[in-house]
């Protein structure tokens, strides 16, 4: 029998520093039954003080929530991890990419701290620079490269931030898409977007924001040649979409939607733009975490729910409104595992390090990627603000 070598860094096996799921944790890693867990943390953390800022996504676990300074979505953890200059030490509880992203926009002298390395994104996993670079290869062929902005969603890895940067584009979040697909169009004369990778968010505010047709849109996939499309489709295309997903959010589906409203009368479905279009279309609300964490919270008491997004965040606006029917939209758990992988031994670990003066797991971007990746994080800094959301 002969044995393939695997096209990705398996889970749990040796560090790859050009992969995001690099796994080495040197030392050792507080026991995750340890009862003083928590108290090192608070220790750890006041030891450090203002010398550190603690950064957690919302799809992070509560026991790693309770010691951020700041919680958000994605694109208000950039927005805060630029807005503290003062801190040494910036600790992203979060994935590889948004790590990265606060790398960008943080001082030289500041380091951004990953603690667990594995933490990374299969969906930024799904557009490689080279897959990138041989796609645009393939639009010039065509001769409509120059008639293409590049948009990426955060959730992509900073070279192919860089990469729109290069090209006259910009990054977006699944806060912000619309205005970036606005701006984007109005950048160029009968422009064409390549939205990399999620075609979900890409197709979603296309269709639902912008007012385009299915038709408008096209796949291009990267494992097959010339992006598994005709030079005719490339040129009639105004939506380029990258053939990448979300692995959580894709799990929902439109039977979901069904089951919920025939099992919960009343409900409201509240999804999160990285669902398939089928999903969104059935849904009453779509929009980032941010939004459907305001939408409940200005709903009245008595309230359904079903929510499809991570389920760390249905969980923990579950908890938090006890007074509202909170349900997850799908029958099945479903973390994102990833995301999960920041725990509080691996925590407690990276700030103990940091206490005794050590930087474990910092994430640092080559000058050359961050100049032209900073290019299209500003881009979308400078967007109007809009949050995103409509039913
Ligand atoms: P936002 O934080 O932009 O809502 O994105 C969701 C997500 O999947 C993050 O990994
Ligand atoms: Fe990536 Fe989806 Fe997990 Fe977000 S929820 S980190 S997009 S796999």
């Known amino acids: 029998m002969t044995t393939t070598e695997l096209p990705l860094l398996v889970l749990g096996r040796g560090t790859d520093s050009r992969s995001e799921p690099g796994v080495d944790c040197p030392g050792s890693l507080p026991a995750a039954s340890d009862p003083d867990l928590v108290a090192r943390a608070r220790a750890a953390k006041e030891a450090l003080g203002d010398r550190v800022f603690v950064l957690g996504h ?21 927005r805060d991890a630029a807005g503290r200059p003062d801190a040494e030490y910036v600790v992203f509880c979060g994935v590889h990419f948004m790590a990265e992203s606060a790398d960008i926009l943080t001082g030289p002298d500041q380091a951004v701290i990953l603690p667990d390395l594995a933490a990374g994104c299969s969906m930024a996993d799904m557009a490689g620079l080279a897959q990138v670079e041989d796609a645009w290869d393939a639009l010039e062929d065509v001769g409509i490269a ?112 069904d089951d919920v409203r025939e099992r919960v009368p009343g409900v409201q479905v509240l999804v999160h733009p990285e669902c398939t279009h089928e999903v969104v279309t059935k ?17 009245p008491p008595g309230s359904s729910w079903a929510i499809g997004t991570e389920l760390n965040l249905v969980q923990r606006l579950a908890n938090a409104h006890p007074e509202q029917h909170i349900t997850f939209l799908d029958k099945t758990v479903c973390y994102c595992s990833t995301m999960n992988r920041i725990d509080l031994p691996h925590f407690v670990w990276a700030m103990e390090n940091l206490v005794a003066g050590h930087v474990v797991n910092r994430i640092e971007v080559d000058p050359e990627t961050e100049r032209w990746a900073k290019v299209a994080l500003q881009r979308m800094l400078d967007l109007p603000a809009r949050t995103a959301g409509k039913d």
């Open 283 to 299: 849904a009453d609300l779509v929009g980032s975490t941010e939004f459907i964490i305001k939408t409940v919270e200005a709903a």
């Open 58 to 78: 919302h799809y992070q676990r509560d026991e790693v929530i309770e010691f951020a300074d700041v919680t958000g979505d994605s694109f208000k953890l950039a």
């Open 146 to 257: 120059s008639s293409v902005v590049p948009v990426t969603y955060m959730n992509s890895s900073a070279d192919i931030k860089a990469f729109c940067g290069k090209h006259g584009g910009a990054v977006c979040t699944s806060s912000n898409a619309q205005v970036a697909l606005e701006w984007a169009y109005a950048q160029k004369k009968d422009a064409k977007v390549l939205f990399l990778p999620d075609q979900h968010l890409g197709r979603n505010t296309a269709v639902r924001e912008l007012g385009m047709s299915l038709d408008d849109c096209v796949v291009w996939n990267p494992h097959k040649p010339n992006g598994g499309l005709t030079p005719g489709q490339l040129r009639d295309a105004r939506m380029i979409l990258w053939k990448g997903h979300c692995s959580v959010h894709g799990r929902f589906t439109a039977q979901c939607v």
